[in-house]
């Protein structure tokens, strides 16, 4: 048997152990006043509890490998009914899984109504500030759900946005685009297979401070797509947001999904001068995935050099 019908093999029995091990705990786990069907049937879940699982939740005690939604984007495309832009936008994102049988919302954007982003023709993308932790994607039925309503003057004047509910199953494609009524929303994500879980965090380094003057941006990416990149955090007019005491770099999104095998997480940080014509700059760091524990390494910008951990966490059966 040559190694790649051996590696065939090895995973169509990893995927029959899994099914295995899922249909036993919803034998005797779930919760017999709900349908066990709901399981296996692309329910919309009316619950609006948060997820309960943290990021780094097996990161100090192992776990497996699992098929992870990696969420890139969400742009508005188009929008139509007689909405214009600049649009005040408020609502809700969301995605369901059954980590643990679970179902509960795991947040990738929230903006309330005192609280809206402003999006504009030149800028449409949503500002988005998770997932909070990996989203599960195998053996799923769970959901990816869209609430997004644009801010009138008085709130009997507020207009519907978008309003859509995707079986996760579905969303598989790396840039996909979704039409409701008033408008067209442009998806960018990507399937990970057999990854782990990478939970970023950000410090200045005693000593360090932020280049005056200086704005930048944080992204992360994997080695297996070079088109697109995670934006952990964006910032203008040299305001690195740090909370004082510590150091701590208060990052916008810090959870990136990253093959087990043979990948790479690559932290960037690209830094300008607003008031100088020279071109920006790009600094990275990269880790190697590893089963559990944390990774750490140091990001040098200029004369400031940035404490990066990074947490890596599998998943339960």
């Known amino acids: ?43 919309t ?35 139509r009914g007689g909405l214009r832009w600049p649009l005040d936008v408020f609502g809700v994102v969301t ?22 982003q402003t999006i504009t023709e030149q800028c449409p993308y949503l500002e988005l500030t998770g997932p909070t932790r990996a989203v599960v994607v195998d053996f799923d039925p769970g959901s990816f759900e869209v609430v997004l309503k644009v801010k009138g003057a008085t709130e009997s004047a507020d207009r519907d946005l978008s309003f859509l509910v995707l079986p996760l199953k579905e969303c598989y494609q790396y ?9 067209t929303l442009e998806l960018t994500l990507r399937r990970i297979d057999r990854s782990v879980e990478a939970t970023i965090s950000m410090r200045l380094a005693a000593g360090s401070s932020w280049p005056r003057g200086f704005q930048g941006v944080f992204t992360a990416s994997i080695a297996s797509i070079d088109d697109a990149e995670v ?21 916008t999104r810090r959870v990136v999904s990253v093959e087990r095998e043979h990948g790479e997480l690559k932290v960037s940080a690209t ?22 524990g944390r990774s750490c390494g140091v990001l040098n910008v200029g004369t400031c050099k940035i404490q990066i951990t990074v947490a890596w966490s599998l998943f339960d059966w």
């Open 1 to 43: 048997m040559d190694a790649s019908c051996a590696t065939a093999r090895k995973e169509k029995e990893e995927r029959e152990y899994i099914s295995m091990r899922m249909r036993r705990w919803l034998k005797e786990s779930w919760n017999p006043n709900e349908d066990k069907k709901d399981l296996y049937t692309d329910r």
């Open 45 to 79: 879940w009316k619950t609006n509890e948060l997820t309960r699982i943290p990021p780094m939740y097996y990161t100090d005690c192992g776990g497996c490998s699992r098929e992870n939604q990696q969420i890139f984007s969400i742009k508005v495309e188009s929008i």
């Open 95 to 116: 995605a369901r899984d059954t980590l643990r049988m679970e179902h509960k919302r795991n947040i990738v954007f929230a903006r309330s109504r005192s609280n809206c």
């Open 175 to 183: 840039r996909r685009y979704y039409t409701s009524k008033h408008s």
């Open 231 to 251: 934006s952990l955090l964006s910032f203008e007019d040299d305001k690195l947001p740090v909370i004082a005491d510590d150091g701590i770099i208060k990052l």
């Open 271 to 292: 830094t300008w001068c607003a008031n100088d014509e020279q071109d920006a700059m790009t600094n990275d760091i990269v880790f190697t995935p590893r089963f559990a």
